[in-house]
Every structure is written in structure tokens, then in C-alpha cells.
């Protein structure tokens, strides 16, 4: 599957709701414009009505039948009224309009009408390589600094699960690390072998996962028998597990700018899938971002 044929999928999905907090900017209305084009949902945008009712009849969206606006007098409102709707099963995924990030998390994580689920919170970022011949997911690139062991085993589990939505039934997760050999002064590869055994041992399910692995050997087959690694996961991988936020920062920016690849991302770990991207996403990307909310929301 390529992220083109992940739009065709979510509009054969059953149809479903993305609410959209602070809706009044130009970019997301363009996203949500696209999305609509292509059938993939309905939409309810929370903000400013006068606003984003211009946006509207500027992107040639005034009369779509699947678009609903519900006014705010805030952002922290449009906010909080976007994160109700999906808490009471009124919308199937949550999207970030123009409101700062810590704004939007502030009510996904409130105690009494948001999308806490006990689990950690992680960025799932899935990436159209031009020269690759499937999809990679990425994680976690944006939401978690340092995360523990624990944590990476949910972060894992979080991957997996959207991986599962986009029909990849039984993903190859590759633990990363700078080498391919467990050193006790790189922390990266003790949690990366830890990681293994307890896959192995049935505490990490639907995946297959190994580490510590080299990116090279992660992703090419040539480079994993260049080093004569022998496993189910080295150079097929469909899940890479970036050690750190830095790293993982480092590499979505090197295969987008570098690699030019396309890519769609959400947070995983909530009630449902967030959309959470930046101004400095190109609408594609955001289109990409909302058919893998659709699919995950879906599944």
C-alpha cells in the first residue's frame, strides 16, 4: 500500500466524523477541502463561524452537505467542544486546527470529558519513500522525550495497532540503535534487546520484533546480509522505534526533506486518533494524516 491508495481506503471505510478544533485557518480548511473531495468523512469544525464559513466559500466548500460548524468563542473552547464531541461518541478522530498544541493536549488529557485511555500517548508518523517499495512507520518522533522501557513496549503497541489498520496484519518492528550488538554503555541497545526477549516470550503481541538494529540493517536486506544478521525483522522492517524524541525528530525531517517522502501522521493511545500536525505540513500531508485517522478510527 502506498499513502495514495490509503485515501482510496478510507473512503471505502464506513463514514465517519472528524471534529477539528479551532478550525479557522486557511491550511486546514484546504486539508478538510481535499478530504471532503476525495468523500473521505464529515467534518464538524469547531471555531470562529464567520471565519471559517468564509474559509469555506473560499476553498469552494459552502455546500457540502458533510460539513457542520459549531461556533466558539475561543480556541481553548473550540478546544474543549471538539474533544467532548469524540468523549461522547459524536465524532470517530480529533483534529488540530489553528490552536497551540499544549492547548489541544490540555483537554485530551482532562480527568472529565477527555480521551484518556491509561495508555501513553505517542506519535505515529507513516512514510511514502519515492525510492522504497512499501510503507515505514515511524515512531516516536514528536511526543515522547525519553521514554523508558515501559513505555516503548506501549509505544510499540500503539505502532502496531495503526499499522494493523493500513493492512499490515503482523508488522516487523526493528528496535533501533546506533550498532546492532547490545553494548552496556549504550542504553538504546539494552532496551532494544530487552524489547526482543519479551516479544519472544509473548509479552508484546501481533508484531514481530527484533533489536538492537542498525537503521541500514533495519531497512536493507543487503546491508543485514553484509553483516550476516540473521532475523525475521533485519532489512524488511515495517515499524522502526526510534530510541529518543531527537532521533526520531532527526529522521522524519531527513526522509521528508532529504527523501522526499510523503507522510501522514496521528497520535495514538487516546480514545481516538489525533490528527496533531504543524503549519509547516503541506496540505498532502494533512490529507494523509486524516485518511490514516479515518482507517485507524475505523478499524
Do not use: W
Not at 484546504?30 to 470562529?48: I, K, P, S, T
Not at 495508555?119 to 512499501?134: E, I, Y
Not at 522502526?240 to 524524541?245: A, E, G, R, S
Request: charged fraction near 25%; aromatic fraction near 4%; glycine fraction near 6%.
Amino acid at each position: 500500500m502506498k499513502l495514495e491508495s490509503l485515501i482510496e481506503e478510507a473512503s471505502r471505510r464506513q463514514s465517519q466524523t472528524v471534529a477539528v478544533a479551532a478550525a479557522e485557518d486557511e491550511e486546514v480548511i484546504e486539508a478538510v477541502a481535499m478530504a471532503l473531495q476525495h468523500r473521505l468523512g464529515r467534518f464538524v469544525l469547531y471555531g470562529d463561524r464567520d471565519r471559517i464559513a468564509r474559509l469555506l466559500r473560499e476553498k469552494g466548500c459552502a455546500r457540502f452537505p458533510d460539513v457542520e460548524i459549531v461556533h466558539a468563542n475561543s480556541v481553548g473552547q473550540a478546544a474543549e467542544l471538539a474533544v467532548r464531541a469524540v468523549h461522547l461518541n459524536e465524532a470517530d478522530a480529533l483534529m488540530k486546527g489553528h490552536v497551540p498544541t499544549a492547548t489541544l493536549l490540555k483537554a485530551v488529557l482532562n480527568k472529565e470529558y477527555g480521551l484518556r485511555t491509561g495508555k501513553v500517548l505517542s506519535h505515529v508518523a507513516v512514510f511514502d519513500v519515492p525510492t522504497f517499495d512499501r510503507l515505514v512507520i515511524v515512531t516516536d518522533a514528536a511526543m515522547n522525550i525519553a521514554p523508558d522501557l515501559e513505555q516503548k513496549v506501549q509505544i510499540v503497541n500503539n505502532a502496531v495497532i495503526i499499522a494493523r489498520s493500513i493492512g499490515i496484519e503482523r508488522p516487523k518492528v526493528a528496535a533501533l540503535a546506533a550498532v546492532e550488538t547490545v553494548n552496556p554503555a549504550m542504553p538504546a541497545t539494552l532496551d532494544a534487546a530487552a524489547l526482543a526477549i519479551m516479544q519472544k516470550r509473548g509479552q508484546i503481541g501481533d508484531c514481530l520484533l527484533d533489536g538492537p538494529l542498525a537503521l541500514d540493517n533495519a531497512v536493507s536486506m543487503a546491508a543485514a546480509k553484509h553483516k550476516r544478521i540473521e532475523s525475521d525483522v533485519a532489512g524488511q522492517a515495517d515499524i522502526l522505534l526510534v530510541p529518543d524524541i531527537e532521533s526520531g525528530n532527526m529522521l522524519y525531517k531527513s526522509l521528508v526533506y532529504f527523501a522526499k517522502a510523503n507522510v501522514g501522521a496521528v497520535i495514538a493511545g487516546a480514545k481516538a486518533p489525533i490528527v496533531l500536525t504543524s503549519r509547516a505540513d503541506s496540505a498532502e500531508s494533512k490529507l494523509y494524516s486524516l485518511a490514516l485517522a479515518i482507517c485507524s478510527a475505523a478499524k
